[in-house]
């Protein structure tokens, strides 16, 4: 059996499915570490991925926009729908803990739902960060979840 020389483009298109490959595998695994009651679902189009998957008493979804440097991963969970009984107390409560208890991740606002939120670039994104943004918004959305809505809940 011969060795056969690799030329560059076949490297550099090895090296491009890996990378590819690897964001998708590793929101997999961090999902299958976290899901519960195997709740675990994905939706993909030819360049769109969206998985959700239920953690605690939040469904949480991470969506991938693409796979080159210049798409996203997304990941985020409702805590609250709106309006709610005392929607000024809740924005200021969600800015204070926007300061201090949301590291990469924040509070925000979808469609009449207050959700906890992180989003970046997918270049150089390293395995740890999905993991991290992964588990931190899911872990924000479930701690926070009950609380808000017995302290807010809807109008």
């Known amino acids: 059996m011969a060795n056969q020389p690799i030329t560059s483009e076949q490297v550099i298109n ?20 976290l899901e519960q009651d195997n709740s675990a679902m994905v939706s993909q189009t030819d360049s769109n991925y969206l998985w959700k998957f239920k953690y605690g008493s939040v469904e949480v979804f991470v969506q991938l926009s693409g796979l080159t440097d210049e798409d996203t991963i997304a990941v985020w969970a409702k805590v609250l729908n709106l309006p709610t009984k005392n929607d000024a107390g809740l924005m200021r409560k969600l800015l204070e803990m926007n300061w201090t208890n949301t590291f990469e991740a924040c509070f925000g606002i979808d469609k009449e739902q207050v959700v906890v939120l ?38």
Not at 140 to 153: K, M, Y
């Open 14 to 33: 090895n090296l491009v499915e890996e990378a590819t490959s690897s964001h998708i595998d590793v929101i997999q695994t961090v999902i299958a570490s």
């Open 118 to 155: 992180s989003s970046r670039t997918l270049a150089e994104l390293s395995p740890g960060e999905i993991s991290r943004i992964i588990t931190i918004v899911a872990t924000i959305a479930d701690d926070n979840d009950e609380a808000l809505q017995a302290e807010f809940g809807a109008a």
